[in-house]
């Protein structure tokens, strides 16, 4: 059976995040964003003073524990049991996250994570990253693979974080989104790359409302 779940992937900064949450908040279905427990577990590593070694971070990561919790509103990541949304955010998790994600067992763990999550969600959820659609679920019912230009990706991050989106930070941003690009598609494990059969949507040029609106009516074809 194909899995009721709606797969958003696509580089950095290309706006998987806010648009899978107004999508789930619209279709009602629960909105379960990987790329948190990849930063969830960086922050608990980096705090903890745990080497990027793949069984001692996921041994971290079930001591903890590392999780999302699901709420109605949408996902709350915890770090043994305090709210770390604003921790993993950091310069600090962004600068370190790309090198703990190649690690085929932290891969392992969270793609265990989401399959459970979702299996507790049988009424269907959103789910965003770089390998929804090719690796975690690879049977989604729909799949989206969200790109934007550079620059448009870097003013949207630096109007995110509340910062002033000058020429000289875009240029600054759009190095740091370029080098994790870099890494995220070139790593050996589940590389960032479009699955065959996933709709690719450039929002470089789309409002907001329209890019939510695009995947909306698709999954709810998708799903009737
Ligand atoms: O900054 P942005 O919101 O675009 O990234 P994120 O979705 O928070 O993901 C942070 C990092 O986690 C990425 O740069 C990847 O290295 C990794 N990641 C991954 O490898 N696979 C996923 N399914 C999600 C995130």
């Given at each position: 059976?194909?899995?009721?779940?709606?797969?958003?992937?696509?580089?950095?900064?290309?706006?998987?995040?806010?648009?899978?949450?107004?999508?789930?908040?619209?279709?009602?279905?629960?909105?379960?964003?990987?790329?948190?427990?990849?930063?969830?577990?960086?922050?608990?590593?980096?705090?903890?003073?745990?080497?990027?070694?793949?069984?001692?971070?996921?041994?971290?990561?079930?001591?903890?524990?590392?999780?999302?919790?699901?709420?109605?509103?949408?996902?709350r990541p915890e770090v043994a049991g305090t709210d770390v949304?604003?921790?993993?955010?950091?310069?600090?998790?962004?600068?370190?996250?790309?090198?703990?994600?190649?690690?085929?067992?932290?891969?392992?763990?969270?793609?265990?994570?989401?399959?459970?999550?979702?299996?507790?969600?049988?009424?269907?959820?959103?789910?965003?990253?770089?390998?929804?659609?090719?690796?975690?679920?690879?049977?989604?019912?729909?799949?989206?693979?969200?790109?934007?230009?550079?620059?448009?990706?870097?003013?949207?991050?630096?109007?995110?974080?509340?910062?002033?989106?000058?020429?000289?930070?875009?240029?600054?941003?759009?190095?740091?989104?370029?080098?994790?690009?870099?890494?995220?598609?070139?790593?050996?494990?589940?590389?960032?790359t479009q699955a065959a059969d996933a709709v690719p949507l450039?929002?470089?040029?789309?409002?907001?409302?329209?890019?939510?609106?695009a995947i909306v009516s698709r999954a709810r074809k998708a799903?009737?």
């Amino acid at each position: 059976m194909t899995s009721r779940v709606i797969a958003i992937d696509g580089p950095a900064g290309s706006g998987k995040s806010t648009t899978a949450s107004a999508v789930a908040a619209l279709l009602g279905l629960p909105h379960v964003e990987s790329g948190a427990l990849y930063r969830a577990l960086t922050l608990a590593a980096l705090d903890a003073g745990t080497a990027f070694v793949g069984q001692r971070l996921v041994a971290l990561a079930h001591s903890l524990p590392v999780r999302l919790d699901l709420t109605d509103a949408g996902f709350r990541p915890e770090v043994a049991g305090t709210d770390v949304s604003e921790p993993i955010r950091s310069e600090r998790v962004t600068a370190r996250v790309s090198e703990l994600s190649a690690i085929a067992e932290v891969r392992e763990w969270v793609n265990e994570e989401l399959r459970a999550a979702v299996e507790r969600h049988p009424r269907g959820a959103v789910l965003d990253g770089r390998d929804i659609g090719t690796v975690v679920f690879p049977d989604a019912a729909l799949k989206i693979f969200l790109v934007a230009r550079p620059e448009e990706r870097a003013r949207r991050r630096l109007l995110q974080d509340g910062r002033e989106a000058t020429p000289e930070a875009i240029e600054h941003e759009v190095a740091e989104l370029e080098r994790r690009d870099h890494l995220d598609s070139t790593r050996a494990v589940a590389p960032l790359t479009q699955a065959a059969d996933a709709v690719p949507l450039d929002t470089s040029d789309l409002t907001f409302e329209d890019q939510v609106e695009a995947i909306v009516s698709r999954a709810r074809k998708a799903f009737s």
